[in-house]
């Protein structure tokens, strides 16, 4: 006997939400539909799967015993399709904001191999690991920290360099480089750092390194807000990456740190089994475009340490 999965997807629907009509909607299909898929598999397996009562439809006996491998069983049908799906749609890269260096890298090897790519923007490691594992997207530029799943690899892709900016009042608007000694005691607002992120973690080693205070008060209205508010400031800077696409600013000064400077680490994250085509050369274009730092260069927090050249 083959089981028909139009058949078996229309009773774990109804024994899901425990309503014909409901379980209808969710399929897309009319509940007489419905109806009769679950009496065809009832009549193939020689018994009753659902009770209709007062309450809604209920499995029976043989219904619960059939329910959990049946949810197994779509499931495999589900990834065997997605399997040869995922072969032929766009390589899903998963970026922390659109803005960043990250999506410059994604967007230079799409231009560089003609790749059909699609950019998912998250919340850093904390979202990208799941959505790797359960295969939504096939890679993710995250800074890397601790003990990862290993179903995934990683590698040390991008250094951004640290940019200080102020506004045109600030005393610091006429230099063409900082020191990070001389912003030692300064404050940086920066609303949008997130406690228990690895970008936020990352501000913290920087803080203490160079005694910087990070300021994280009020609610965070989005980069041109910030922007705007450190522009009417005299004391107050904020930080972005050179490989940041910052807006123009009439009130706004840009301006690079001096090495060793401080460097945000961006990793690529991906799935050991993932098959994607495009997967393979995304690395290996990103690999090739990366060189690992000297500490004269360079300044990187302890869990970076091993990305540097010389010892």
Known sequence: MELDLGAVRAFVAVAGCRRFGEAADELGLSQQAVSKRIAKLESDLGTTLLRRTAAGAEPTEDGAAFLLPARALLATADQAV???????RALRVDVLATRLAATELVRDFHESTGADVEIITSDGLRTAVPALLRGSVDAAFVRVLGLLDPALAHAPVALDPLHVLVGTAHPLAGRRLVTMAELAGTTAWMPGNTPGTEWTAWF??????????????????????????????TDTVTFAGEGVRVPW???????????PVPCYPHSLLWRRDNRHPLLP??????????????????WLPPAEQHLFHAP
């Open 82 to 88: 997605d399997a040869v799906r995922s072969r032929r």
């Open 204 to 233: 913290t080693d920087l803080a203490a390194e160079f005694a910087l205070r990070i300021e994280t008060r009020g609610p965070n209205f989005g980069f041109d807000h910030l922007l705007d508010d450190v522009a009417r400031s």
């Open 249 to 259: 600013h009439p009130d706004l000064v840009r301006i690079p740190v001096a090495p």
């Open 281 to 298: 050369a995304l690395v290996a274009h990103l690999k090739g475009g990366y060189r690992a730092p000297t500490r004269a260069e360079c």
